[in-house]
């Protein structure tokens, strides 16, 4: 008897839901950390404050406005640091008070200045105006906070895959998230803008193993029967991490608070210690099987169950058959690749896939906050449209097609963020619902991509080939956050048409991956190549 049979004829109890309810918090809190610079660098509406016009109440947007701001005609707003140089006026030889003139022909339209003094359109607090990070030619700094979020990502997911070998899931869980809250806590008392960078970097570090370890978690103690079910309910979570920020923000306008609010309550998960059980499968691994049974005791008492006395004797023997293979060395994997054209090109496309779903994946959460229209309502409907794309994903990985699950979820992203990028501005519910179809879309992607990369490669290179090639598509998410920056170089919705010519691309190439749901699992290179 292995695990799996040991898990299934226990069925699903309380204590499974209960560990696997909260593990789904642990996942709403994990998705703090890779969103809120979206929010903290967020940049502000600002223009200069124009001391011949502006009374002690001065507005964002007032009917004047354009006879003393260049207008930047990409972007269509007034230019955040220039303003036309004020022209003195006389009347019978004597100067008039400049604070009195504010009227057509007092500025000279082809001369400009920089100014050194703001007036805001919204009553918040980011890092731009804390930090003094003014201007268009600043803008790189705000998008440099996402690379190095994304940065800290791509060093501390292979850190956090050594310490949750070494350690333990449960360890990895509960401590990154920990570290996570502490990092993000203080990162809300950072005195400048370099010192908010470096708290940026370590908490991303952190935290970026939470979401792989808790998922392993709450899968593991339930049977294979019910995994899909769970997972797909323990995704549900994730998005809400992100709507509660969003909705924090909104209601306090204030990074620093907004970023304590959120980040606090995470300390309470060092209390998952004396309740959450650790992965059974380490354990296995580790050949701790007393605290294994242990666990399964406790797991079959809340189904009404007694485990069976010989259950340490069958796992003993399932562990010394499940785990007797080594996994590959980095050499045999580059032979294994570039040894077969299936292969190689099976890597090469699911590779690109996976840049591609990270990329407008948080792509399309960052550039919600730059949309028309309330940016805190944009990010929590942009972020809470997940919900219903993974219990759509629920649906189509039991009953349809991988390979038509991929490729049409692609394209719809796509058409959808085309289609925002092609629909005029005075239409923007019509925008907005077809930029959060894109976003339904592509998390349907994302879902589905998980399952079909783990089946698509060999038993014998299975885990190195998809620990590689979602390696590499992490270059989607250092990418995403520079789309900001192009959007204010070339147009607000340049990226969303990037977003949407990439995503249909990725949705032909789909056509070309082998089809997998309901097929046996390939257990060497030998039979992709048989079936090409």
């Known amino acids: 008897m292995d695990l799996d049979e040991i898990l299934s004829n226990n069925g699903l109890g309380s204590y499974q839901v209960t560990v696997c309810a909260l593990m789904g918090l642990v996942l709403m809190f994990s998705n703090i950390s ?6 903290t660098a967020g940049d502000l509406k600002y223009r200069c404050e124009i001391p011949q016009c502006d009374t002690n109440n001065p507005s964002y947007n007032p009917e004047w406005l354009n006879q003393t701001i260049p207008y930047n005609k990409i972007a269509n707003e007034p230019y955040k640091c220039l303003m036309y140089r004020y022209v003195s006026q006389t009347t019978n030889g004597t100067v008039i008070s400049a604070n009195s003139m504010c009227r057509e022909g007092s500025f ?8 050194n003094k703001w007036v805001f359109g919204e009553m918040e607090r980011t890092i731009v105006n804390d930090f003094g990070i003014m201007c268009e030619e600043n803008k790189w700094k705000l998008t440099m906070v996402g690379t190095i979020n994304s940065l800290g990502q791509i060093i501390g997911i292979p850190l956090s895959g050594c310490i949750s070998d070494m350690y333990g899931r449960k360890y990895m869980s509960i401590i990154g998230s920990a570290a996570s809250a502490i990092l993000g806590t203080l990162k809300s008392f950072s005195p400048n803008y370099y010192s908010f960078l470096l708290f940026e970097f370590f908490e991303s570090m952190a935290s970026c193993g939470v979401y792989a370890a808790t998922f392993v978690l709450g899968i593991e103690i339930v049977s294979p029967k019910s995994r899909v079910a769970v997972s797909t309910l323990m995704g549900c979570f994730y998005p809400m991490g992100a709507v509660l920020m969003g909705f924090a923000a909104y209601m306090v306008l204030d990074w620093r608070i907004m970023l304590r609010i959120v980040n606090l309550p995470g300390l309470l998960i060092l209390g998952y210690i004396w309740y959450v059980p650790e992965s059974l499968r380490w354990l296995q691994t580790k050949n ?6 242990k666990i399964l005791s406790k797991i079959a008492e809340s189904n009404g169950n007694t485990l069976p006395p010989s259950v340490n004797e069958a796992l003993v023997a399932d562990a010394k058959y499940t785990f007797k293979k080594k996994e590959l060395s980095g050499s045999k ?29 948080y792509g399309l959460s960052l550039t919600s906050v730059e949309m028309s229209g309330n940016k805190y309502l944009n990010f929590m409907l942009v972020n809470i449209i997940e919900v ?14 991988r390979r038509y699950t991929q490729a049409f979820s692609f394209f719809l992203s796509g058409v ?16 907005l619902l077809m930029f959060l179809s894109s976003k339904y ?8 991509m998980y399952m079909f990369t783990a089946e698509m490669f060999p038993t014998e290179a299975r885990m190195s080939l998809i620990s590689a090639v979602s390696m590499i598509g992490r270059l989607g998410l250092i990418l995403s956050p520079q789309m900001t920056l192009l959007g204010a170089y070339f147009g607000q919705y340049v990226p969303i048409l990037l977003f949407g010519i990439l995503s249909t691309i990725a949705g032909a190439t789909a056509f070309l991956f082998p089809e997998t749901k309901d097929k046996k699992l390939p257990d060497t290179v030998r039979e992709i190549e048989l079936v090409g």
């Open 34 to 39: 890779p969103l809120s610079y979206a929010i």
């Open 108 to 115: 000279n339209v082809s001369s400009k200045k920089k100014c």
């Open 288 to 293: 701790r099987i007393e605290e294994m049974a």
């Open 333 to 361: 994997l580059i032979t294994t690749i570039f040894g077969s054209k299936e292969i190689l090109l099976l890597v090469i496309n699911c590779t690109f896939s996976w840049i591609t779903i990270t990329f407008v994946y």
């Open 388 to 401: 219903p794309a993974f219990l759509t994903s629920w649906y189509v990985m039991e009953h349809l097609s």
């Open 416 to 431: 959808g963020c085309i289609m925002v990028s092609l629909i005029p501005t005075d239409y923007l519910l019509t925008k």
């Open 441 to 448: 879309a592509i998390t349907i992607a994302f879902n589905n």
